[in-house]
T-cell receptor, first 113, second 115 residues
Framework: DTAVSQTPKYLVTQMGNDKSIKCEQN?????MYWYKQDSKKFLKIMFS???????INETVPNRFSPKSPDKAHLNLHINSLELGDSAVYFC????????????FGAGTRLSVL | AQKVTQAQTEISVVEKEDVTLDCVYE???????LFWYKQPPSGELVFLIR??????QNEISGRYSWNFQKSTSSFNFTITASQVVDSAVYFC????????????FGEGTQLTVNP
């Protein structure tokens, strides 16, 4: 069973389109995250939700909007896609914050043409 | 502000060699947590180890070992008798108690183990 699953795994789209990435975790965790990994492999947090409440919102363009319908899901919607949005997006989850281990999904590779 | 530095961008070794990946961190918190993750060529991020700031005991897990030294703010990772399957990008990460759930990653070290 996949603990943190993201769909789709690959996403190729044109500039200006709107797209969504879905994330689900079956670990019973209460905190979920989105990270962006750029072409140089650098990983940076974008958002975090705890019990459906937004707790981290880094300096991310407001074209990116996370949505958490329940504790097990955290989706990422991106409006008006730009070339610079091309990256790998990782979803993660943990039980609580602080010391708790974050478990990552397999990533979604987004290519904007 | 928290920061993690992995000075080695790329390391290449021959199978069965030992290799150490360096990680240096900066934090003002007295309570913090350090992590190592592995990203194999398939792309997923795999958790390897967590250490808290109050536990400086070194840890060994099979061919993997970790050396945590608060005096030098370092959390180095050694792979003994490396294997081709160890080829991956390895990330060191830091979470401060006061920053809640934010994980700050180093730039990663690409390890290539050649047969």
């Amino acid at each position: 069973d996949t603990a943190v699953s993201q769909t789709p795994k690959y996403l190729v789209t044109q500039m200006g389109n709107d797209k969504s990435i879905k994330c689900e975790q079956n670990l019973g965790h209460d905190t979920m995250y989105w990270y962006k990994q750029d072409s140089k492999k650098f990983l940076k947090i974008m958002f975090s939700y705890n019990n459906k409440e937004l707790i981290i919102n880094e300096t991310v363009p407001n074209r990116f909007s996370p949505k958490s319908p329940d504790k097990a899901h955290l989706n990422l919607h991106i409006n008006s896609l730009e070339l610079g949005d091309s990256a790998v997006y990782f979803c993660a989850s943990s039980q609580g914050r602080g010391r708790h281990i974050q478990y990552f999904g397999a990533g979604t590779r987004l290519s904007v043409l | 502000a928290q920061k993690v530095t992995q000075a080695q961008t790329e390391i290449s070794v021959v199978e069965k060699e030992d290799v150490t990946l360096d990680c240096v961190y900066e934090t003002r918190d007295t309570t913090y947590y350090l992590f190592w993750y592995k990203q194999p060529p398939s792309g997923e991020l795999v958790f390897l180890i967590r250490r808290n700031s109050f536990d400086e005991q070194n840890e060994i897990s099979g061919r993997y070992s970790w050396n945590f030294q608060k005096s030098t703010s370092s959390f180095n990772f050694t792979i003994t008798a490396s294997q081709v399957v160890d080829s991956a990008v390895y990330f060191c990460a830091l979470r401060e108690e006061t920053s809640g759930s934010r994980l700050t990653f180093g730039e990663g070290t690409q390890l290539t183990v050649n047969p």
